[in-house]
């Protein structure tokens, strides 16, 4: 059919991918070691059969899934791209990245039209929260605020680097990241300058979650300062991307930090 077609097939793509994510079917392909019928995925994952077989085959379609023909039947496994990407335990896995998107963007998107009628995020009606601070609802728990730091995590671990070399940022020695989160792009940073120290500024919470659970004493040359609104002088400013927040939250925080700091860091 016409291109119309396509652009709202997408929509379904991307459900596509969130089930067999949320289901563990990379995670299953991978464990299994070799091609498995929809029937055997279906016995592993305790789902039904027929809702399986078509999600792998859509999986297939998609080429997320490879396929062969045994005996009348047709086994799956993974891809590269799958096996590297989407299963769990790859080093460069967005599965973090795919669940966030799911459970948490993809409902804020279904009030796009609110969104453009209002001007305003959607959280309200999505989550039943203010939406007025975007960050309050982002970190709205520890768990959710671990959940979002695991998004950007997963983000940065596979794009973090082409972003950090991008431009050659060697003669930087003391770099801030401002909103630095998970302290992925820090440590990309780091590997990818070895000269270099980075500070990480974020709010108090997230600088102690982001310490227990995603930077290690042993990640050396990553620093942390508490708050994003004093500035240490005589130090380079690194301002990342800061989704989400056009308005307020840490986007707007930070453009006020580099305009305060602006004469003292040249
Ligand atoms: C952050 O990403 C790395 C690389 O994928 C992963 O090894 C680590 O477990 C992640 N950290 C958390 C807390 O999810
Ligand atoms: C920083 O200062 C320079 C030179 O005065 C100016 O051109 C630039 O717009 C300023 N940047 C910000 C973010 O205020």
Not at 46 to 54: H, L, P, W, Y
Not at 205 to 229: N, Q
Request: aromatic share 12%; glycine share 10%.
């Amino acid at each position: 059919q016409g291109t119309e077609s396509h652009l709202y097939y997408h929509l379904l793509n991307g459900l596509t991918l969130f089930a067999a994510c949320e289901l563990g079917v990379f995670d299953f392909l991978l464990a299994s070691e070799r091609p498995m019928s929809a029937a055997q995925v279906a016995a592993g994952l305790g789902t039904d059969v027929d809702g399986m077989e078509r999600l792998l085959s859509a999986c297939a379609g998609l080429e997320l899934l490879g396929t062969q023909a045994a005996g009348g039947e047709v086994l799956y496994s993974n891809t590269d791209m799958s096996r590297m990407y989407l299963s769990r335990s790859s080093p460069r896995s967005l599965f973090h990245s795919v669940e966030y998107y799911s459970k948490t963007v993809y409902l804020c998107w279904n009030y796009l039209t609110d969104a453009v009628r209002e001007g305003k995020n959607q959280y309200e009606k999505a989550f039943g929260l203010p939406s007025e601070d975007l960050f309050e609802a982002l970190y709205r728990s520890d768990d959710e605020m671990i959940k979002f730091m695991q998004l950007m995590n997963s983000t940065w671990n596979v794009c973090g680097r082409d972003v950090m070399t991008a431009f050659d940022l060697s003669p930087f020695k003391t770099i801030y990241d401002l909103g630095g989160c998970s302290g992925a792009l820090a440590k990309q940073c780091v590997r990818a300058y070895p000269q270099s120290s980075v500070t990480i500024f974020d709010l108090p919470k997230v600088v102690s979650t982001c310490r227990e659970h995603f930077v290690s004493p042993t990640d050396e040359r990553i620093f942390f300062h508490e708050g994003i609104t004093s500035f240490p002088p005589n130090g380079n400013l690194g301002h990342h991307w800061v989704p989400y927040g056009p308005k307020g939250g840490a986007g707007a925080a930070s453009s006020a930090s580099v305009k305060r700091c602006n004469g003292t860091t040249n």
